[in-house]
């Protein structure tokens, strides 16, 4: 199903973006989504910090810039959050750091990164 709507999006000159949803995800998927990511279908990739490092578990550099190195490969933007210390984002060469905007007590972050 995945398959066919990145597809069907491609064929309508579609971006296609793809949030890495949980850590839990990531390991239980693994493999299938680094050959979603590596097939060059996905334009823009979001990950936490937790995501990222399921990601990479097990090479050498496993952490969020590694990780955004690795999505900036495949993907045309890349998006690695960072909570309380913002973001950094990768599209062709160019990597900014963009500062988290204030300071806050989350009670719940549930949909924290559909906010983003």
Same mark, same amino acid.
């Given at each position: 199903?995945?398959?066919?709507?990145?597809?069907?999006?491609?064929?309508?000159? %579609?971006?296609?973006?793809?949030?890495?949803?949980?850590?839990?995800?990531?390991?239980?998927?693994?493999?299938?989504?680094?050959?979603? %990511?590596?097939?060059?279908?996905?334009?823009?990739?979001?990950?936490?910090?937790?995501?990222?490092?399921?990601? %990479?578990?097990?090479?050498?550099?496993?952490?969020?810039?590694?990780?955004?190195?690795?999505?900036?490969?495949?993907?045309?933007?890349?998006?690695? /959050?960072?909570?309380?210390?913002?973001?950094?984002?990768?599209?062709?060469?160019?990597?900014?750091?963009?500062?988290?905007?204030?300071? /806050?007590?989350? /009670?719940?972050? /549930?949909?924290?990164?559909? %906010?983003?």
């Amino acid at each position: 199903v995945i398959q066919a709507a990145i597809r069907f999006a491609k064929q309508e000159g %579609l971006s296609v973006s793809l949030d890495l949803a949980s850590f839990e995800m990531v390991r239980n998927s693994k493999s299938e989504l680094r050959q979603l %990511l590596e097939s060059g279908n996905i334009d823009l990739c979001f990950a936490n910090e937790d995501e990222a490092a399921e990601l %990479l578990r097990g090479e050498q550099e496993a952490g969020p810039e590694a990780a955004l190195e690795f999505l900036g490969r495949h993907c045309r933007w890349a998006v690695v /959050t960072l909570g309380s210390k913002g973001c950094i984002a990768k599209h062709d060469k160019e990597v900014v750091h963009i500062s988290a905007i204030g300071e /806050t007590v989350a /009670t719940d972050a /549930t949909g924290a990164g559909d %906010l983003f």
